[in-house]
């Protein structure tokens, strides 16, 4: 009554005026909301509950692209429970011939009726739901689509040509916040994979050995070596046993090292030292959202060590229901991230180490069968140190020159009761043992003879009928390391560095023989093997 006297075209300018303001307050609040996200989960709640406000929409859903190469697409979906409790979940679905994909190829909105024959996978699960009309609308920025709005809704006719419309205007904002997601993802990707680099770069530094750092001279850790320098060349599946302490994991580098794989990484992981619930997505990674905390996509050492190596210590502590997996990686050459279906081909050499009775183990249903046969394709004994007593000299004379230095000390003499004690040791700890016994033994010396606790170590008595020679107390020259085998020129340099010191004395208690550790006659002997003569310096 009160507008009886209004012009009718001017009470509809009105109405129009009225809606272009409402429409624009709609695309101002819907534009300040979504810009304020950088990560995907984010973006799509904020704009479900915004749609969900203003338009009654009970399911929103976007669909990223990250690649054009991609068989696969994400989709994070937000919609409303029946007591009215918001919630988002991630999805994955195949890029095949349908209407996402249409709609991603031609770039035009697609409105679809949805009925209970539908194909799609993505519109089944919204019919599946309760869902009987769905519009697709495409996003798109700077000539390319970083992904596909999708509306649904429980009544069929719900997408009018004037929502559609308002709808499409929304979209457009939408994806300059989609295509800044996707930036942030794909920064945050490189971001993880640099860490996990990083992590590597540092590990290798840490354990930058070589070859020579195997101090050996006995028959078994020979054999042992060939056994290393015949299956590295090959991409045969190596396993390492040997009680604790043996030097699995430098056997392990060696193996890279001399492998064709030697130029790329070498991850390694320690099955027992990370906890069961860890360690999948440490091995295989896993995606944005795969568990509660996966906060970004996670790179598995599987991948990192692509076309390298990955060493699997303590490989008998690997949870039973984890097992499987590992065997399909090694089988199939592929993995897939933990909540992802993404299958990611992987090219990598496995050494695995255990020093537990993997067959025992398979006996007591500890151990897959299946695992334990692939995994065992060319098996390695480490021989432990109480069988190759012959190198403990040579160990701790090497241990003893590293710490020094790493301590800034100078030590040149073991003394021969402390090499006796040292070779009548057991060493239960193996290698380890001995370098931790040799490390508090310098960092006790205060002067140049190693001061080695010899009441620590519980000698048993060495049989009467078979008394051990007396070894010599070993002198070690201020430049020396006891890289063994030594090959003749390096032994040439040091016997002429000796005998420039002592000014060409051979014997006598201030003589080069005595400064090397070594007899009179058989200094003499290699000095006539090598061609040195006193006359020369």
Not at 116 to 124: R, T
Not at 207 to 235: C, F, G, H, P, T
Not at 331 to 357: C, F, H, K, W, Y
Request: with cysteine; net charge negative; glycine share 6%.
């Amino acid at each position: 009554m009160i507008n009886s006297g209004i012009d009718p075209e001017l009470l509809e300018f009105f109405h129009q005026l009225k809606d272009e303001r409402d429409e624009y307050r709609i695309l101002v609040d819907i534009t300040n909301s979504v810009l304020a996200h950088l990560d995907r989960e984010g973006l799509v709640s904020a704009i479900s509950q915004d749609i969900h406000r203003f338009f009654a929409i009970p399911s929103v859903a976007i669909a990223f692209f990250d690649g054009e190469q991609a068989s696969t697409f994400p989709v994070t979906a937000c919609g409303w429970y029946d007591d009215n409790q918001h919630y988002c979940q991630q999805k994955t679905y195949p890029l095949t011939a349908g209407k996402i994909k249409s709609v991603l190829e031609n770039g035009q909105p697609q409105a679809v009726a949805l009925a209970e024959d539908v194909n799609d996978p993505l519109l089944k699960d919204l019919f599946s739901a309760g869902m009987r009309a769905v519009l697709l609308l495409p996003l798109t920025f700077n000539a390319h689509s970083p992904g596909i709005f999708i509306l649904a809704h429980t009544d069929a006719g719900a997408f009018t040509p004037a929502v559609c419309s308002l709808l499409g205007q929304i979209a457009s904002r939408i994806s300059i916040a989609v295509d800044n997601a996707n930036a942030w993802n794909e920064i945050t990707r490189l971001k993880d994979s640099l860490k996990q680099e990083n992590i590597w770069l540092n590990e290798q530094l840490q354990n930058a050995e070589s070859l020579n750092d195997i101090i050996y001279q006995s028959a078994a850790m020979k054999n042992l070596l060939r056994q290393v320098e015949m299956v590295a060349m090959s991409d045969s599946t190596v396993l390492l046993l040997g009680e604790t302490g043996t030097g699995k994991e430098l056997i392990a580098r060696a193996i890279h090292k001399l492998s064709q794989r030697s130029a790329k990484p070498l991850m390694k992981m320690n099955c027992a030292a990370i906890p069961a619930s860890l360690l999948e997505s440490d091995l295989f990674g896993h995606e944005k959202g795969a568990f509660t905390g996966a906060t970004s996509t996670h790179i598995g050492r599987f991948e990192m060590a692509d076309n390298g190596s990955l060493f699997l210590d303590e490989i008998g502590d690997m949870p039973l229901e984890l097992q499987p997996k590992l065997l399909r990686v090694l089988q199939e050459r592929e993995v897939e991230r933990l909540g992802g279906s993404l299958v990611i081909p992987v090219n990598v050499r496995m050494i695995a180490a255990t020093n537990r009775d993997l067959h025992q183990m398979v006996q007591d249903r500890e151990f897959r069968s299946d695992l334990f046969y692939r995994l065992n394709v060319f098996p390695i004994v480490i021989p432990p140190l109480r069988e190759r007593p012959e190198d403990i000299p040579l160990l701790a004379t090497w241990f003893t020159q590293k710490l020094a230095a790493r301590m800034n000390k100078t030590i040149d003499t073991i003394p021969a009761a402390a090499l006796k004690a040292l070779c009548n040791y057991p060493w239960p700890g193996n290698v380890r043992e001995l370098q931790n016994v040799i490390e508090r033994a310098v960092i006790l010396t205060q002067g140049n003879t190693l001061n080695l606790q010899l009441s620590d170590l519980k000698i048993p008595a060495s049989p009467a009928s078979a008394p051990r020679a007396q070894p010599a107390p070993i002198k070690l020259p201020p430049m020396f390391s006891p890289q063994v085998p030594e090959n003749d020129e390096s032994e040439k340099e040091r016997i002429l560095q000796a005998l420039r010191e002592t000014n060409g004395i051979v014997a006598g208690p201030k003589g080069a023989a005595k400064k090397l550790g070594l007899k009179r006659t058989t200094l003499l002997s290699r000095m006539q093997r090598l061609g040195i003569s006193t006359r020369d310096l």
